[in-house]
């Protein structure tokens, strides 16, 4: 019993991070052009983040 | 050039390209302002396939100067560009150049889709909620009980109340609106239970019982925001895609002021009485007269007229006729809101009836379906109170009996279906606008074709190329390769031979023809009374009458005769839809000679010629109210109303844009299979979809006896809703399987030439 007290909120805790992550993601536009993603690790660039 | 624009024609279709580019002003029209002189311009370029066409664009572009980036959407195919200052930064012909045709952007295109991202926001938060509080339950169901469930029960209640406000809001949204308006729909028995759900609950948590069903509330409401979302998905992908194709009416004009001045101007600031310059390739934006100037009209998309209309001053033109070659002044005679492209939307809205009250089968399953359920759950708590006065228990069972119909198995039977008939749809280039549109196809028994551009390409093609000298079809082809006239493009086809004269100079005859130097000679190709201005021109000799010639020094060489080609497949088509029991029309603009023709080749009975448009809206009603159920399978400007006024429409991707828009269906390939097939294909969804409402209630009718008797557990009601959920989504899949065996042939064949021609090379 004494264990599910942090247990319970270290599990939420942790999944919630996840949906965080996820919702963040969809916000920053990750999800618009996903075939794109898939093809432009194919392209050679300076190895800078892009605007 | 990158590896994958398009090969050999690459050289012809720039010369095309160059012409029919959108000038600066227009861009500058279609652009946003981001602040300070920062400007966003979004193009639609549909050639975009791979990682080195990404590549090419991005930096071609970004080494323009004044240009701050671009960026690809694969996905979308769409290119944006940002740059500064007042001139446009050529873009459009650096693409060009690269091999790539750019459109223009329609402005109320932009945008994210907000619905979407709140949709796929719901489902992650309801996933959450769900999968956090099934494990608390899996605990209480497995033997947790005192203080441990109780302290489960809370955790749990917690977690559901952001879900419940959160993704459940969609839900209570829409039910609200439905009850406020008087109507019924399936949000509300969703609403009601959900919500009932989760107050029994809370209290169930208070008094320390042994059952909650918060997993059963949310995980209700997960299933159906899946569902959901696959649908909204499908059309608006399908919407987007259909939005992002080369759009056909012109955006404005250049506007030739008193003083000499130019100026572009849009559309809607047209009046009557401006006198327009039409370069060659541009569209005619108003109805108006020809005040100077001579050409080639292009006219197909208003008249469904596939030959060219040799044109001078003093003619009237309409707007959306595409100007060939030569350029003219035009002064408008009508605003653009009286033109010919404004009546046809009018007549489109007025056609649009027949479809306005169709219902989607969800929509007509959840009106008899939520008053069962409620009168059902309001039945067993009235006999259990009657039978047992115990209000709490015949609370528990009537809330279990609500939750136990929850449409969860309806609400993801009908769009998984049709998400997965509209992918198989969309790899065979098929676009699909609204699930709804499936449904209305499968149940069609006529199907009306128009003839040019749909049976036919809409492009004349060249019938007598093997009995023309190489050489000379080698010569002719050179020169064609200068002029954008629909014949000139036939010829030009034929280019590739090597011992041809040299062309010297070039020039295009606006009406007339084309005229070159070679060797020494004088050669032209175009009108014979031009053309061959030594021979006898009567129509005697062994070339036969009139037409297309070339010419050598005023004697004619070859004659050119052409024929609009009918479309890939077009009888194979034909005959699959008389096997599948649909009786065939054809309405036409054109002539009743052109019309038997085709009908005669393709085996079509019927067929009705020189219609106007309202024509073809009179003849499809007059077979709706026959009660046929009748699909419009059409392209031009002049079909659109018949679009709208059909049960169902089809349109392919070369079709006018407010056609494209009209039609619940765009095919992308020339096959004119895509009809049958995307029949076939509603047909069995159509089927699917039934069944899986059969299952939904055959699975009702065992589970709610057993609900009704009391013996249902939150742990039953959630393997039971799981489990038709699952049964209906893997009833789905078997689409895949069906299609996929039976599409052969032709289809695979087009896959596969598409394959070849994007191998990088």
């Known amino acids: 019993m004494t264990t599910l007290v942090y247990l319970i909120p270290a599990a939420l805790f942790l999944g919630a991070l996840g949906l965080s992550g996820f919702l963040w993601a969809l916000r920053s536009g990750q999800y618009e052009d996903l075939h794109g993603a898939a093809e432009r690790i194919l392209i050679d660039r300076d190895d800078k983040p892009e605007r | 050039m990158s590896c994958c624009a398009p090969g050999a024609e690459m050289a012809l279709d720039v010369a095309g390209a160059a012409s029919v580019l959108p000038s600066s002003q227009e861009i500058k029209l279609a652009s946003r302002s981001l602040g300070g002189d920062l400007y966003q311009t979004d193009l639609s370029v549909p050639a975009v396939h791979c990682a080195a066409c990404i590549r090419a664009i991005e930096t071609a572009l970004g080494k323009l100067d004044r240009v701050e980036g671009a960026r690809v959407n694969l996905s979308t195919k769409r290119v944006s560009v940002r740059w500064r200052g007042d001139e446009v930064p050529p873009f ?74 959160f993704a459940g809001g969609i839900f209570f949204r829409s039910a609200w609106n439905a009850l406020r308006h ?3 729909n399936m949000d509300v028995p969703i609403a009601v239970g959900v919500s009932l759900a989760y107050a029994m609950s809370l209290y169930e948590t208070i008094n320390h019982g042994d059952h909650a069903y918060f997993d059963a509330s949310v995980s209700l409401l997960f299933f159906l925001l899946i569902g959901r979302t696959l649908d909204h998905v499908m059309r608006e992908r399908a919407r987007t895609a259909v939005k992002g194709l080369s759009q056909l009416a012109a955006r404005g004009a250049m506007v030739l002021r008193g003083d000499g001045a130019h100026d572009y101007l849009p559309v809607g600031e047209i009046e009557p009485g401006m006198q327009l310059l039409i370069a060659a390739g541009e569209r005619i934006p108003v109805d108006g007269k020809i005040i100077r100037g001579s050409s080639d009209l292009d006219c197909s998309l208003v008249s469904g007229e596939s030959t060219p209309r040799t044109v001078a001053s003093g003619e009237a033109v309409q707007a959306g006729i595409l100007n060939l070659t030569g350029p003219l002044t035009v002064q ?38 939520a008053p069962v359920v409620h009168l059902a759950a309001f039945v067993t708590f009235a006999g259990w109170m009657a039978a047992t006065g115990d209000w709490h228990r015949a609370m528990t069972i009537a809330i279990a009996v609500l939750i136990i119909t929850c449409p969860c198995a309806l609400g993801l039977a009908v769009p998984i279906v049709q998400v997965v008939a509209a992918r198989r749809l969309f790899e065979s280039g098929i676009m699909v606008k609204d699930g709804s549109a499936m449904e209305r196809l499968a149940a069609i028994d006529t199907a009306v074709f128009d003839k040019t551009g749909t049976l036919t390409l809409g492009q004349p093609h060249l019938v007598n190329a093997p009995s023309i000298k190489p050489a000379m079809l080698a010569i002719a082809a050179d020169m064609a390769a200068h002029s954008r006239h629909p014949f000139s493009r036939a010829i030009a086809g034929f280019a590739g031979f090597a011992g041809q004269p040299k062309l010297e100079s070039v020039s295009e005859h606006p009406g007339f023809g084309i005229e070159a130097t070679a060797a020494g000679s004088t050669w032209r190709l175009g009108r014979r009374g031009w053309a061959g201005w030594r021979a006898r021109t009567g129509g005697e000799g062994k070339h036969g009458y009139g037409g297309t010639v070339l010419t050598k020094d005023g004697i004619i060489v070859a004659s050119f005769v052409f024929e609009d080609a009918l479309r890939a497949d077009a009888r194979a088509a034909i005959v699959q839809l008389n096997d599948a029991r649909v009786s065939m029309e054809m309405l036409s603009g054109d002539t009743a000679a052109a019309c038997a023709d085709v009908a005669k080749a393709l085996g079509i009975d019927r067929f009705v010629p020189v219609l106007v448009p309202s024509g073809k809206v009179e003849c499809i009603e007059a077979l709706a109210r026959a009660g046929h159920k009748v699909l419009m399978v059409g392209d031009g400007l002049n079909d659109t109303p018949a679009l709208s006024a059909a049960h169902v429409s089809i349109a392919p991707a070369t079709a006018a844009d407010i056609g494209r828009n009209a039609a619940d269906f765009v095919f992308l390939r020339e096959s004119l299979l895509a009809v049958p097939l995307a029949l076939d294909v509603s047909r069995k969804a159509g089927r699917l979809i039934r069944q899986n409402i059969a299952i939904a209630i055959v699975y009702n009718t065992i589970a709610v006896p057993i609900a009704i008797l009391g013996h249902v557990t939150p742990l039953i009601a959630a393997i039971a809703m799981s489990a038709s959920s699952l049964l209906v989504i893997g009833n789905a899949l078997r689409l895949q399987g069906f299609v996929l065996a039976e599409v052969t042939g032709a289809p695979s064949a087009t896959r596969a030439g598409i394959r070849a021609s994007v191998q990088p090379s």
């Open chain 2, 92 to 165: 459009v012909a650096t693409l060009g150049r690269l091999g790539y045709d750019a459109h223009l952007f329609e402005p109320e295109a932009y945008g994210k889709d907000k619905t979407l991202s709140e949709l796929i926001r719901a489902v992650a938060v309801a996933g959450f909620a769900a999968g956090n509080i099934m494990l608390l339950s899996v605990s209480v169901w497995s033997g947790a009980a005192g203080a441990t469930r109780d302290l489960f029960h809370w955790v749990s209640a917690l977690i559901a109340i952001p879900a419940l406000a």
């Open chain 2, 182 to 184: 008087g109507r019924m």
């Open chain 2, 332 to 369: 408008a005679t009508a605003a653009a809101k009286d033109s010919f492209l404004e009546e046809m939307v009018r007549l489109m809205e007025a056609a649009e009836g027949g479809r306005a009250h169709y219902r989607r089968i969800a929509d007509r399953v959840s009106a008899l379906y």
